[in-house]
């Protein structure tokens, strides 16, 4: 998705590393004309600024070495699976004086800059309350087992992490309350997630198997504010308060390749200096590995219905 | 019986088992520590379910008739006992030539295969040639086969005929014959029965549930679930006639049939002297089955074919019970 993005952009890409053999030959006749290595090392000279999206577990490693080589970084969501490596990447940042990003690409959905400049506008009054729902039949054409078969890959950090990053966008920093997961050995599939931020109670249902609403739910003092969390809805705004006079929001059809090619622009203004609202930061990718780690410190497992020995004659 | 051929240390090697009954297969084999589990997985983002146990999860092409015995070497070697529950278009005699041959030399000497009661064409003769194989090889081969398997997470008993009832009354053939129902956990401990019996087990085998259930039952068991009539039984002539014609033409049928002249006049009439009248049945959309649908169920499932209940395994789950569990899937997995 990123090349791809890159290629539309007219941006030349200069390298492409992958440790598979066999990916490198894909991507050698893919882009003929960039520079195709087995590790970062063997082409350090080739660029300035690195995409890097490996499998989750590799994302700190990764970061830091491409960073204390002297790069600047953006890097595939979740930023890290535990606080202590998210802050250990935004340190080298700070320390090499280097550009670090999270790519948190589902910001680019345009209702999501929208609903969030409405709700800093205070026009709605309080928050009372939020649901948020992200679930489905996962369709994400996985390359590697990297998807499941790792430290971080259940469903609240693979997928999860994209609703995550926006609560705490919208509503400050989030602290986890409790968080029950399908888990049984492995990686979890659901997961029931109540958050506070601030006075803000938050209910988050992540699922890797159920057709859930994938939607947020503002229940505001004014009324519900319903927006969508992803493109597959018909509607990216499904809901505001009645009586509110809102800035008007314009529906698009915007698939996931222009939210890449939007990422794309706000990373270029980040760079000059524009640092945009839909650009996650390393504060950012700290709260979402935060949130990530301590789902998995507090979490309990709780059978699926469904595991339960049939009732029989 | 750990289903590992005596030896509890060597995996069961699972084919197919991101779908449905595979899923569920390493749910109860995985989750209640039966043997140890390895995943033949073709996609890693439909992984969800299983990869909620520590299981082995290994990666292979899709079973086609392209596929040769050493591609199944990651998935087969090491493992005491293999079992299939891979389905799809693709299949054919050389695929299950392969796997088969894959087992041989993986030293694996039973196989089985939940296979389709009703599969034709490349599907059958890949259950055929299973079979053939395994007498050949010497490996045991055991197809379950299966009618109609209705439970959580399963297409064809639990979405699309909660779709079609969502859509309106489903027709009915009235000579059709019984619904070949198997509850999806009866069915996984039909297949385990034939993994873990001690005993040399090799043929084919059908698994139905517990008792006679008409698809009549079926389609009101899930129209309950939406609180609406799910069935519609038409004389069986009638209905061959409908589902020939233009699927045009069927978007506009209703069930039940506008009443005719004379039994709005004798409602009329009832009314009018004060006598009562029995509420009409609310009109809905007539769902049509394909004449392929009809012609399965006109006629019984394998009625030769070898009970499962050969294999020591008898089915448990009532009709009643599987429904209510399939209703609460349902509910779970489509809150929307």
Known sequence: MHA??????????????????????????????????????????????????????????????????????????????????????????????????????????AVKPWAHALLASGQLGRVERVEASQGGRDDWVAASEGYVAQAVGGVVANQGAHTIDVLAWWFGPLEVVSCTDDSRGGQEANAAIELVAGSIPIHLELSRVRSL???????????????????????????????VEVAPFVEQTQDLAGQFDQQLVGLADALDGRWPDTLATPASGIQVASVIEACARVRTSEEPWWMAPAVTR | MDGTGGDPVKPVAVLGATGAIGGRFVEVVAGDGRAPVRALVHRWWHTGRIARFPIELCSAPTLTADTQIDDLAAVLDGAGAAVSLVDGPDLGPEAGTALVGGCARAGIHRLVHVGCATATGRRRAFEDALLAAGDESGVEVAVVAAGLVYGPFTQAGAHEPLDLVRRGRVAVGAGSAPCPLVYVDDLVEAAWAAAAREERTHGRFLALGPAPVTWVDLYEAFGDIVDRAGAAVLPDDELAALAASDPADLAELRWPPEPSTSQRAVRSLRRRVGLSVEART???????PSPDVLAIRSSPVEPDAVPATALGWSPVVPFEEGMRRTAAYLRWAEPA
């Open chain 1, 4 to 109: 791809d993005a890159l290629g539309r952009a007219g941006i030349p890409v200069a390298a492409l590393i992958d440790p598979d053999e066999q990916r490198r030959t894909e991507l050698a006749q893919a882009w003929p004309d960039a520079l195709v290595a087995a590790e970062p090392g063997a082409v350090l000279d080739a660029f300035d600024l690195a995409l890097v999206a490996v499998p989750d577990r590799f994302h700190a490693p990764v970061s830091i070495e491409l960073l204390d080589a002297g790069k600047d970084v953006l890097v595939e969501k979740p930023m890290a699976g535990t606080r202590a490596d998210a802050e250990a990447m935004a340190a080298i940042a700070e320390a090499t004086g280097r550009f670090l990003a999270v790519g948190h690409v589902r910001r680019n959905l």
């Open chain 1, 213 to 243: 609403r994938n939607t947020i739910r503002i229940h505001t003092e004014r009324g519900l504010l319903e927006v969508a969390l992803d493109q597959y809805q018909p509607k990216q705004l499904i809901g505001v308060p009645e009586g």
């Open chain 2, 282 to 288: 609310p009109r809905r959309r007539l769902v049509v």
